[in-house]
């Protein structure tokens, strides 16, 4: 079996310029929080948008599920606007409320990768894998990392290469491993 050594080029891009990415549910619900999905995959998080998500909580009949939906939404959009203590929050909820929601997990990741808490993030974004996410591509990325800010480039090459393979067309992973030198010891 051939073993394989990678080295990240860190003069080439620092991680520090690598942006997480959001998991992002979507909501059947009834309008207001169906309004807030949209926002969230849209990638907004303005005053309105956040404001939307916290009246779709407040007046629309949701059952379980799309509560907790909601909640991942807004924590999404609070994480961008780095708000990080609320997101949490919300997320702490979300899980509380549907404690299968893969979503919810990596989401949590993301607020932990914030604080710096590495471990933490892996263990929260490895959950939300074996839970299952609608869109894997971006739990990978973020896992990937999650593995660089732990010094572990091999896992991190890995986990760029797997959210390329789940999502071709997505720039970002591509772009990641472009930093990466695959050499033979």
């Known amino acids: 079996m051939r073993t394989v050594a990678l080295l990240a080029a860190a003069a080439a891009l620092t991680l520090s310029a690598a942006s997480p990415t959001f998991a992002s549910v979507m909501v059947v619900g009834?309008?207001?929080?169906?309004?807030?999905s949209r926002a969230a995959f849209a990638g907004r998080y303005d005053?309105?948008?956040i404001e939307t998500c916290t009246r779709a909580l407040q007046e629309d009949?949701?059952?379980?599920?799309?509560?907790?939906?909601?909640?991942?939404?807004?924590?999404?959009?609070l994480?961008?606007?780095?708000?990080?203590?609320a997101a949490r929050a919300d997320l702490d909820?979300?899980?509380?409320?549907?404690?299968?929601l893969g979503e919810a997990?990596?989401?949590?990741?993301?607020?932990?990768?914030?604080?710096?808490?590495?471990?933490?993030?892996?263990a929260e974004i490895e959950r939300g894998l074996a839970l299952?996410?609608?869109?894997?591509?971006?739990?990978?990325?973020?896992?990937?990392l999650v593995h660089e800010s732990l010094d572990d480039a091999r896992s991190?090459?890995?986990?760029?290469?797997?959210?390329?393979?789940?999502?071709?067309?997505?720039?970002?992973?591509?772009r990641q491993l472009t930093r990466f030198t695959v050499t033979k010891p």
């Not at 009834?30 to 807030?36: E, G, R, S, T």
């Not at 009949?61 to 959009?77: H, I, K, S």
């Open 30 to 36: 009834n309008d207001i929080a169906v309004d807030c």
């Open 47 to 49: 005053r309105v948008s």
């Open 61 to 77: 009949r949701l059952d379980r599920r799309d509560r907790a939906g909601t909640l991942v939404n807004r924590g999404v959009m």
């Open 79 to 85: 994480t961008r606007a780095r708000d990080y203590a």
């Open 93 to 100: 909820k979300a899980v509380d409320l549907e404690p299968t």
């Open 105 to 122: 997990f990596v989401n949590r990741g993301v607020v932990l990768m914030a604080d710096r808490d590495y471990a933490a993030a892996l």
């Open 132 to 144: 299952g996410v609608d869109e894997p591509a971006k739990a990978y990325y973020n896992r990937a």
């Open 156 to 174: 991190a090459w890995l986990d760029y290469r797997r959210a390329q393979e789940l999502a071709p067309d997505w720039e970002a992973p591509r």
